[in-house]
C-alpha cells in the first residue's frame, strides 16, 4: 500500500517539471543567444600565419577557422586546421563555445592534438581571454579583434616570471560560411 501511495504521488508531480520545461527554454534560449551575440564576430571563414615556439624550434603553418552558429545561436562551432608548408594537415582542433545562464560563466569545449578539455572563455569589447590551467603553470590565450584582423597570442605564465610568448596568428576574413548549420537533413 505504502509502495502505490509512493507511485500514485509520483504520477501527481511528474507533470510539474515536464510544464516548467516546456515554459522555460524560450527565455533560456533567448538569454543564452544574447550572450553569444559577444562571439558573433567570429562567424565565417579565416586564414592567416600562425607561429608556435616549443623547445625543437618555430613551427610556422597557415592557419585557418571556421566558424558558425548552431542550435540557434546559443552555441558557436570552430574547426580550425593549420596547414604545413608541403601541404598536410600539422594542426586540427575543434570546439564549441556557449553561455550557460545558471552560471553566468561561457565555456569552450575543445578537442586538440589527442587532448579535451573544458575551458571558461571570458569575451571583452575586442575579443576574448581563455586559459589552461597547467600545474603551476597558466597557458593563457588572448585573442583580439580590429573589425578587419583577427590576432591571437598565447603565453605561458609561470609564478614569479613574465609571459613568456609561445604562438600568435594573425587572421583575415576569407568569407562568410553557412556552416555548421548547412546540409541538415530534412523530414522528407
Given at each position: 500500500?505504502a509502495?502505490?501511495l509512493?507511485?500514485?504521488?509520483?504520477?501527481g508531480?511528474?507533470?510539474?517539471?515536464?510544464?516548467?520545461?516546456?515554459q522555460?527554454?524560450?527565455a533560456?534560449?533567448?538569454?543564452?543567444?544574447?550572450?553569444?551575440?559577444?562571439?558573433?564576430?567570429?562567424?565565417?571563414?579565416?586564414?592567416?600565419?600562425?607561429?608556435s615556439?616549443?623547445?625543437?624550434?618555430?613551427?610556422?603553418?597557415?592557419?585557418?577557422?571556421?566558424?558558425?552558429?548552431?542550435?540557434?545561436?546559443?552555441?558557436?562551432?570552430?574547426?580550425?586546421?593549420?596547414?604545413?608548408?608541403?601541404g598536410?594537415?600539422?594542426?586540427?582542433?575543434?570546439?564549441?563555445?556557449?553561455?550557460n545562464?545558471?552560471?553566468?560563466?561561457?565555456?569552450?569545449?575543445?578537442?586538440?592534438?589527442?587532448?579535451?578539455?573544458?575551458?571558461?572563455i571570458?569575451?571583452?569589447?575586442?575579443?576574448?581571454?581563455?586559459e589552461?590551467?597547467?600545474?603551476?603553470?597558466?597557458?593563457?590565450?588572448?585573442?583580439?579583434?580590429?573589425?578587419?584582423?583577427?590576432?591571437?597570442?598565447?603565453?605561458?605564465?609561470?609564478?614569479?616570471?613574465?609571459?613568456?610568448?609561445?604562438?600568435?596568428?594573425?587572421?583575415?576574413?576569407?568569407?562568410?560560411?553557412?556552416?555548421?548549420?548547412?546540409?541538415?537533413?530534412?523530414?522528407?
Amino acid at each position: 500500500m505504502a509502495g502505490a501511495l509512493v507511485a500514485a504521488t509520483m504520477v501527481g508531480i511528474a507533470p510539474v517539471p515536464h510544464v516548467w520545461a516546456q515554459q522555460m527554454p524560450d527565455a533560456r534560449i533567448a538569454e543564452q543567444r544574447a550572450a553569444m551575440a559577444k562571439f558573433a564576430w567570429m562567424d565565417g571563414t579565416w586564414r592567416g600565419p600562425a607561429t608556435s615556439q616549443s623547445p625543437g624550434g618555430a613551427h610556422s603553418v597557415t592557419q585557418t577557422e571556421r566558424i558558425g552558429p548552431m542550435l540557434d545561436g546559443t552555441v558557436r562551432v570552430l574547426e580550425g586546421k593549420g596547414y604545413n608548408p608541403d601541404g598536410s594537415v600539422g594542426f586540427n582542433a575543434f570546439a564549441t563555445i556557449s553561455f550557460n545562464p545558471q552560471t553566468n560563466v561561457y565555456v569552450m569545449h575543445s578537442y586538440a592534438q589527442g587532448q579535451v578539455g573544458d575551458f571558461k572563455i571570458v569575451p571583452s569589447d575586442q575579443g576574448y581571454v581563455w586559459e589552461i590551467p597547467a600545474g603551476p603553470m597558466t597557458i593563457r590565450y588572448t585573442a583580439t579583434y580590429d573589425g578587419t584582423v583577427w590576432r591571437e597570442v598565447g603565453e605561458r605564465i609561470m609564478p614569479g616570471r613574465p609571459p613568456q610568448q609561445f604562438f600568435e596568428m594573425t587572421l583575415n576574413r576569407v568569407g562568410k560560411t553557412d556552416w555548421p548549420a548547412a546540409g541538415a537533413l530534412p523530414p522528407k
